[in-house]
């Protein structure tokens, strides 16, 4: 691409150099330079891009964009200064592959909990409906049928608008994408052009990145605030910071509730581990999925699809066919008659709502066994609130390692004991290894009882010292309870 078309809309403070030249790719690492790139110094949070100037030259990059040029500057070098290289990397990509987010219907969700189960039900919804569409979520990125994997929940802003323009190549109408905080706090969202974009709910979570809860807000509320009046924004107003959300955006405002009155309302008529009868709006329907959160996911999925036009009835008969997500509240039941969940909670939001979802079901006669732990390197506050809650709703919890990564697993797990009431000191045991913690529970329950895996959901792996190790919840269980039932 021309220099000159890249730099459409880019408030550019000072430029040096030929600005009549070729850019043929578009790097902020300085270690994927090759001849003729656009290299963006991005101070980091680690490093700054500032200090790879030079070796960037010196591997074929001809154009520099920074916030601070260098003292001596290279004649043959175009150097282009910008007051923030973070937020111009992103218009910059945007501009690269052709400004694609504006080419597709681009969603948004974000919140603490259930952005990745209504992203990916979503993107089935819009299958169901007959529609290609493309999704960028944790799990998995999906360009209609073809799917690659995915390294972070929401990835850098080159590689998002890299799908988005194959998105658009391929046909793609719709593209549903899961927005984290991290995300919008590093700017990968920026240049992006969302048409909805949906909150699902705030509770405790990367306080270790954010240091408090305010900041963390302030991250999420960002994103409702950068989007422009052909937008429309849909909020949970059940949750205290829902309407918080929408305070500054020039977005058009709908809303979404069980509790309250909202644009699109949701009741739960019946509820068991096969799945449920709500009402949405006046209407009934069936659906496999389960538990109150659920309710919630698939409550601003009818409101987004109803937002981009859909008949309500098409909408509810498309989510009526709808398959849980993978390691979203997966249950199966073995022949020993033990009920098996497999979720992703980790947060003492998520854990709550799965734990409040299976006593809302069960009849009490069956034992609910609770096997969970927390991230090392992570949140520490959240650790003992997680005992509290875990031991509170359970017959027994079973704290155990998560992904410990740098961490002691012990250590993890005397931080999450703190939080155990000592009327529920009976009613947990700590076994550092997570498959053995999962044997242990396999050993006690009885036919009828209610095992609950949290924390790993849809990850295969353990990270351990650094080190990933095979590890996938749902397929321990199947070996442990083979092996155990011989």
Known sequence: MQLVELLNRIPVLESHGNNDREVSALVFDSRKVTEDSLYV?????????????????????????????????????????????????????????????????????????????????????????????ALLSTVEIRIGEEIIPATHTTPDVITINQILAKAVEEGCEFAFMEVSSHGISQNRTEGLHFKIAGFTNLTHDHLDYHKTFDEYLKTKKRFFDELNENAVAITNVDDKNGNVMLQ????????????????????????????????????????????????????????????????????????????????RFETFRSDGGIFFIVDYAHTPDALENVLDSVNDIRTKNERLITVFGCGGDRDHSKRPEMGNIATKKSTL?????????????????????????????????????????????????????????AGKGHENYQEINGVKHHFDDKEVINELWKLMSK
């Open 248 to 327: 500054n955006t020039k977005a058009k405002k709908k809303s979404y509730a069980l509790k309250t009155m909202a644009d699109y309302h949701g009741r739960t008529l019946e509820v068991d581990f096969n799945g449920m009868l709500l009402n949405f709006n006046g209407k009934e329907f069936w659906t496999t999925l389960t538990g109150k959160f659920n309710v919630y996911n698939l409550l601003l999925v009818f409101g987004i699809a109803s937002e981009l036009g859909f008949p309500q009835d098409e909408i509810l008969q498309a989510i009526s066919t709808l398959k849980r997500v993978s390691g």
């Open 41 to 133: 110094a991005v101070k980091g949070m680690v490093a700054d891009g500032h200090s790879f100037i030079a070796s960037s030259i010196e591997k074929g990059a001809t154009t520099i964009v920074c916030e601070d040029l260098p003292e001596n500057l290279d004649q043959n070098i175009t150097y282009i200064k910008v007051k923030d290289t973070s937020k111009t990397l992103g218009q910059l990509a945007s501009n690269f592959y052709g400004n694609p987010s504006e080419k597709l219907k681009l969603i948004g969700v974000t919140g603490t909990n259930g952005k990745t189960s209504v992203s990916t039900l979503l993107f089935d919804v819009f299958k169901n409906l007959g529609y290609t569409s």
């Open 397 to 453: 919890a079973i704290i155990t390692s998560d992904n410990p990564r740098t961490e002691d697993p012990a250590a993890i797990i005397k931080e999450i004991e703190t939080g155990v009431e000592p009327q529920n000191f009976s009613k947990y045991t700590s076994i550092p290894d997570r498959r053995e913690a999962i044997k242990m529970a396999i050993k006690f329950a009885e036919p009828k009882d209610i095992i609950l895996v």
